[in-house]
């Protein structure tokens, strides 16, 4: 298991301006617009004419997950996802999102132990976790285990499930967030990030994702939090292509990958 220095200068910079920021996060707590989760199906299936046996692609963890400030879990990431991948690789795909808004690393695996049957001979697993144990002021050192026992018990249910790990988002560009609120976040959000990634790249069958853009304003809701319908469907688009680059059985050989 990785386990983040706690010597690390950027720790130092950002505990000791905690207290300067401690204020402002407070007044966002209370006055900030929450957004509710999407409203429609956690679950579906996207068909294809070519038939074969449909990829299984299962969600797990925070906001991005349940589709917060969308219209709709169709425009939620695991819908878009599931659709961007059937059209790539010709597959149906079996999709189903278990999400929460607020989940931390450790809601998210009490979510997977409580619903481990849905993990159970899946294909793919999609995991966005990370901001909250940001928010939440948890520490690396907590979080890089519960994602390693995460990883572990994924394994567990589905030995041969590939993984693919959503980057934390740059929080120091969200509207929502004032400065210096946003420029200690998002050097905080940086640091979980690279738990993340050295976590996939200790095992075979896990992937980091970064995002592929750098958002600005438009490319958020109302919140001012989370993305809007269209950057989660470019975020979709890109995230499938990454999905099939690494690993190309997944799809058919003969089928284009675009990305």
């Known amino acids: 298991m990785f386990s983040p220095s706690t010597l690390d200068p950027r720790s130092m910079l950002f505990w000791s301006g905690l207290p300067f920021i401690a204020t402002q996060g407070l007044w966002l707590k209370r006055r900030a617009y929450r957004a509710p989760e999407a409203p429609g199906p956690r679950h579906g299936l996207i068909e294809c004419d070519a038939g074969g046996p449909p990829l299984r692609l299962r969600a797990l963890g925070d906001s991005i997950i349940a589709g917060v400030a969308l219209a709709s879990t169709a425009d939620a990431l695991p819908a878009q996802l599931a659709r961007a991948l059937s059209a790539q690789t010709m597959r149906s795909v079996d999709w189903q999102a278990l999400g929460r808004n607020g989940a931390d690393a450790s809601e998210a695996l009490s979510a997977a132990h409580a619903d481990s049957s849905s993990f159970r001979d899946c294909d793919l ?18 979080f890089a285990s519960d994602l390693s026992a995460l990883i572990d018990w994924l394994h567990g249910q589905s030995p041969k499930a590939r993984i693919v790990f959503c980057a934390t988002p740059p929080l120091e560009v969200f509207p929502l967030l004032p400065s210096p609120l946003r420029h200690l976040m998002g050097l905080r959000a940086r640091q979980f990030d690279q738990v993340i990634a050295r976590a996939a790249e200790s095992q075979p069958l896990a992937l ?26 470019r975020w979709s688009e890109w995230l499938s292509g990454q999905v099939l680059q690494r690993w190309s059985d997944l799809g058919r050989p003969s089928t284009p990958i675009r990305v």
Not at 211 to 231: E, L, Q, T, V, Y
């Open 125 to 142: 697993v999609l995991i966005s976790i990370g901001v909250n144990d940001v928010t939440g002021l948890r520490r690396r050192r907590a």
């Open 208 to 233: 980091h994702a970064p995002i592929p853009f750098r958002p600005d304003a438009s490319g958020f809701a109302d919140d001012g939090f989370h993305p809007n319908s269209a950057s989660v469907a």
